[in-house]
């Protein structure tokens, strides 16, 4: 079966870093989306990746390694309004987007 | 104006009753989707439109009937549910037609309660 893994929930200061992974073991690989959905919002994007490496984007990054089935979020300067469920997805060989149970994560003064 | 907009934004029903979810959306996109997200679970698709066609119904019960009459709008019609159905209901949009290629736009959401 297709499965995709990352922490249920995670905890970090303002001001600090964090890093959200994300394993998965599906049908093929198309690509990795990034979202992150605050309570009672819309999952938004953030990252997208396809190929091995990591993609910055302000105080954002998202880092693939498709041999290793592993991705990670990385947050800097963590703010108060990061406090959401982040949650992974992948594009498995049929095209269709398999989703991780996400992370929430509590950022805390 | 947001790019997918759903309503209501809350719905409680006994399991006797019947109603409707509304998505509508204003991003010019070929596909749209209905997604169930339960607490600390996966999102699970349930139906995909391409073109206003069907394209896929991951066994979801009969009880559940997806209507969509343009590429902009998406029902979902309601119909003797289970407790078990209470959940937050999602739309979302993607300019591919049904294989997803790239981003998806999705909605609030519909906090359902079914009691």
């Known amino acids: 079966g297709q499965n995709i893994d990352q922490p249920t929930e995670m905890t970090a200061t303002e001001g600090a870093i964090v890093q959200i992974n994300c394993t998965y073991q599906?049908?093929?690989?198309?690509?990795l989306f990034w979202y992150q959905q605050h309570a009672g919002e819309a999952p938004t994007f953030l990252s997208y990746?396809?190929l091995d490496g990591l993609e910055e984007k302000g105080r954002f990054s998202s880092f693939l390694s498709r041999s290793k089935g592993y991705s990670y979020l990385l947050l800097k300067e963590l703010q108060m309004k990061d406090s959401a469920s982040y949650l992974c997805a992948v594009i498995d060989s049929n095209y269709q987007l398999i989703w991780g149970a996400g992370t929430k994560l509590i950022i805390k003064p | 104006e947001t790019g997918v907009t759903q309503t209501p934004r809350h719905l409680v029903m006994g399991m006797t009753n019947k109603k409707s979810l509304k998505c509508e959306q204003h991003?010019?996109?070929?596909?749209m989707y209905w997604y169930k997200q339960s607490a600390k679970k996966p999102l699970e698709l349930m139906f995909v439109y391409s073109l206003e066609e069907r394209v896929e119904n991951n066994s979801v019960p009969s009880r559940f009937s997806p209507e969509c009459p343009n590429s902009s709008h998406l029902f979902l019609h309601l119909h003797t549910l289970q407790p078990e159905d209470s959940a937050l209901y999602l739309c979302a949009s993607s300019q591919d037609s049904g294989s997803v290629t790239g981003e998806l736009f999705f909605g609030e959401g519909s906090r359902l309660t079914v009691l």
């Open positions: 990746n396809v």
């Open positions: 991003l010019g996109h070929n596909a």
């Open positions: 599906t049908s093929g690989f198309n690509g």
